[in-house]
């Protein structure tokens, strides 16, 4: 049974430091990656990492975000640094994969980060 099980959320002053992870099980997967959702926003990507290690981020994080994996813990980490209001919301980590041309997308529950001003 594929899970994500994601840590790490929570309510930090601007300027500071938060780190995610997101360890999964049940298969290896191909990408894997955070997204978050706002309250009355889209979900966005945040950014997102192969298994061979090839990152992308949303320009809005770029310098202050960086996504890291493990893959021998099947683990993906989001350190995210000079955190802003503007990065407040639930973030999800994502993981998916390709088997017999079919692609195979999971969800983590969320995890809420709050940056207060």
């Known amino acids: 049974q594929v899970q994500l099980v994601e840590s790490g959320g929570g309510l930090v002053q601007a300027g500071g430091s938060l780190r995610l992870s997101c360890a999964a099980s049940?298969?290896?997967?191909?990408?894997m990656g955070w997204y978050r959702q706002a309250p009355g926003k889209q979900r966005e990507l945040v950014a997102a990492?192969?298994?061979?290690?090839?990152?992308n981020y949303a320009d809005s994080v770029k310098g202050r975000f960086t996504i890291s994996r493990d893959n021998a813990k099947n683990t993906v980490y989001l350190q995210m640094n000079s955190l802003k209001p503007e990065d407040t919301a639930v973030y999800y980590c994502?993981?998916?994969?390709?088997?017999?041309?079919?692609?195979?997308?999971?969800w983590g529950q969320g995890t809420q980060v709050t940056v207060s001003s």
């Open positions: 994502n993981a998916n994969f390709w088997r017999n041309s079919r692609k195979y997308d999971y």
């Open positions: 049940g298969t290896i997967f191909s990408i």
């Open positions: 990492i192969t298994s061979g290690g090839s990152t």
